[in-house]
């Protein structure tokens, strides 16, 4: 009669698993070149060299030029500030449309409930696609501006999972002893929902990074919002693919950034989901057996 | 009374199918040690018990004692990183420590059956539970499906269910805690094992209930010769079901026999102390006894009696060495250095 | 005599108005075809200082009870009155100044569903200060210490969370919460029902020494009878949303006047079995003929599908009358099951 392993050193462990780590590496490099990324790179992005196109990577270029001979990674460099902020861009949007709803909507009442569950219904059946189309057509070609609408298409997106996590710790009973103590709405948001609530949006907020980024790549790569000759991943992407036959290398290296940088986003969404899922797991009824009294505990004095 | 085919005990190659009872008793378990958290804490120490055939033996203690993790390692279903030291557990002359999986499933239902404390958590929530018992009888009785509902509905009415046929046909969610218990126990008594092992089955039950759950294992017993192994915290109830008491502390036994004598003669100042705070029967205005501090944390190193620290009679022998139990009585052990200069109350007495 | 004058005649301490007056109410919870009625012309008073107990079992509506006390829950008949005031009542905003004051109390059940496992002792005790606007922190601290104390608890577990302390102590932070406030009456649903004997016992003593300190008035909601008799002054037994029996503790439990009182106290488990009645006595044989009313028949006596005494008159719900002072039953037999059961 043997036993296996205890779940519970398993799960603690979670956070020293190497794929926790090598995501969050990746993205730190990803954050500082948006940051640094142009002031860093070691040729200038715009620079056209007519004599030296399509060169592999060599001693002078490291990841070789693209059709105008312009140096790749100085332009994947440059690059990265412009796709990284304005994917950030759009979860920010995303994310102050759609969680700031998603939690009030539980104290609102049934029918501001109602009306925004339709409208995230209704956000949910466009296509972010068309929609980008559509606005950067009314207001002018630029990334922002396509930014705007994927925005507001990932709110329904963070207004569905903070309200079903805000639903589930409302209806907790530590949250009815404040009402009766006389506890406000705001006061039971504020100080008993929220903070249980923040690992659900902070895990939503990585996957949808990563689908910010895609959607980023996809529509540059479209040619929607992108101000040539501003390089972006899926600017670079799609002029790779036009020019296939010569270098058929080139739209490996950034295709590679992008997948690599959107597994990063997704594998730290998992690492903050099955973290918070083992904080939060309360073993209702069953107090840890290896608590042991406390000093505060007079119990043994007081009693005659 | 229909006796469906038991299965024949394993390693009863050479013999009949009839177990063998040695010294008379069913379920034994000699010196029993079992580590836990992958061997960093010995949880129970040197358990011994026995049960016979027909016998109700109640083991009580607080949580952590060790009597769940008992009547685990009786059934073979240890939780993870929990293992067994020392010691063994034999079922009629069969050695459960090293039984291989296959040997378990013919022991589990037809030898041996079990009960726990929530029953709604035992069984599945989307299937009738009159087919989560003839399941039970097709697998291991190989009855056809007329005679496993025939059987079935028999059950249902043997364990107190009022209308069998109508809750045969009812899933768990129809049914209320008490109702559901009782189908539990007619799964567990299906096959007809000689002893159930009941781990706090009636700890979440009504009151009125659980009597009623209390008197239909005593009717079990009484028609079938069930033997039982009870485990409750509950002392009252114990005593109310139960022939033999074994009283668990911090992972041993510290008194064991006859109910009644214990009940009416405790000799281990556990024992006692246990009494006092239990219901005590009359509901008269009385002064709520405690027991003060706190039971060892499950697992640790303590030189010699592990009640020690709160007994209120011990003294430095008793810390010195381990105790070994001695008898006060017939079937009577106690394990105390003090126990035949103690009265029922926990006073002293001259020698 | 009418349900007013009944209910008039449960009388406390001569004089005495009553601290709670919870008057015929009626509760149903659900809505449309999931619709239950839950309590049915529920009577009960609460005097200044009493400890009662409050019985049942499961279905009972003795948690229903607790949280329409508390305002959890509006009576669709009835009403509830604290202190003169018909809380049950109140509007929102006159609903939250009044839980601000703190006066009534709920300690729940399970301390590990109603504490924030990721608050510290300190800030559970204090909120119901911080709610009520004491400005001053120093002041709250010494106000939470004061609570801790008083429950046996020191200043060691501030900094703790409900997971990082036992179970006894987390029902005491519970309590502490409670009394922080300065409430004159305590509802406590089934505060020891996952406590071992002795911790039950220590709690149970806590609550008695409180009510003494302190004034209070407390309600220990419970299905375990024995610790109730310990400490209660009054017990009050439930039974399918209706008051069954109401009287003094020491009287109900030597020779309860219902049947089901009667049940309760026979299932009961006992070291000693000095009990007059079996359990089997009080209960339906299969072999007794039909009872006069079903079980969800709401014009008979509640009790009355499952009594072995039911009689004719019992397809008529009885009033809760009182018998001998203080001492109220419900039951059209009241005077003659026992000769039936000891035959």
Sequence with gaps: MTGRASSRSRRRSLLRTPSFWIAAAILAIVAFLAVFGSALAPQNPLAINAGALFQGPGAHHLLGTDYLGRDVLSRLMAGTRLSVLTA??????????????????VFLGRWFDFAANRVADALMTLPYVFFAVAVTAALGNSLPHAMLPVGILLAPGFFRVTRAATLEHARAQYVEAAELLGASKLRVIRVHVLRKVLPNIAVTTASMTAAALLAVSFLTFLGIGVQPPAPTWGGILSSDLDYLSQAPWAPFIPGALIAITVGALNALADAFRDRSSAGTLMPVGQPDPSVESVDGDRQSQSVA | MVIGNRNPLPDARSRSAEPAIRDGSLLRVDDLHVSVHDGAATAIRGISLNVTPGEIVGLVGES??????????VLGVLPPGCAVERGSVSFAGVDLTNLSRRDWE???????????????????????????LTEVLRVKQRLGRRAAHARAAELFAAVGLRDPERVFHQIPAELSGGMLQRVMIAIAISCDPQLLVADEPTTALDVTIQAEVIELLLHLRDQRGLAVLFVSHDLAVITELCDRIVVFYAGEVVESGPAQQIAQHPRHPYTQALLRVASVGDFGRRELEVIPGQPPPVGADIQGCRFAERCPVAMPACSAGAVQ??????????????????????????? | MTAADAVATLRGPAGATPLLAVESVDVVLGHGVRAAQVLSGVDLRIWPGELVGLVGETGSGKTTLARTVAGLVDPRRGRVVFDGLPISRLRRRARRAERRRGRIQLVFQDPLRSLDPDMT?????????????????????RQVLDALDQVGLGAAL?????????GGQRQRVSIARALAVGPRLLICDEPVSAL???????????????????????????????????????????????????????????????????????SAPSVRHDRRLAPAQLRRAPADPAPPAGDLDPAACVFAARCPFAADVCATAPALEPVDGRWSVACHRHSEWRQQAST
Excluded: W
């Design chain 3, 158 to 166: 501030l900094a703790r969370t409900p997971g990082q302390i036992s």
């Design chain 3, 121 to 141: 002792v300190a800030d559970i005790v204090g909120e119901g200060l911080k709610i009520r606007g004491e400005a001053n922190a120093g002041e709250i601290r």
């Design chain 2, 325 to 351: 139990p001695v008898p006060v009585s017939y079937r009577h052990d106690v394990r105390c250095l003090r126990a035949r200069d103690l009265d029922n109350a926990g006073e002293l007495v001259a020698r």
């Design chain 3, 196 to 266: 071992d004997a002795s911790t039950r016992n220590y709690i149970l003593r806590l609550l008695d020494v409180l009510r003494n300190s302190l004034g209070l008035s407390i309600v220990i909601i419970s299905h375990d009878l024995s610790s109730l008799s310990g400490i209660a002054d009054r017990v009050v037994v439930l039974y399918h949303g209706r008051v069954v029996e109401d009287g003094p503790v020491d009287q109900v439990f030597a020779a309860p006047r219902h049947p089901y009182t009667a049940l309760l106290l026979a």
């Design chain 1, 88 to 105: 950030l861009e759009a979860v920010v949007i995303g994310l102050v449309l759609g969680a700031i709803p998603g939690v009030a909507t």
């Design chain 2, 64 to 73: 952590g004692s060790g009597k769940t993790l008992t009547c685990r390692a």
């Design chain 2, 106 to 132: 013919q022991m589990h239902g037809s030898h041996i059956g079990a009960v726990f404390q929530d029953p709604a958590s035992y069984l599945n929530p989307a299937i009738t539970v009159g087919h989560q």
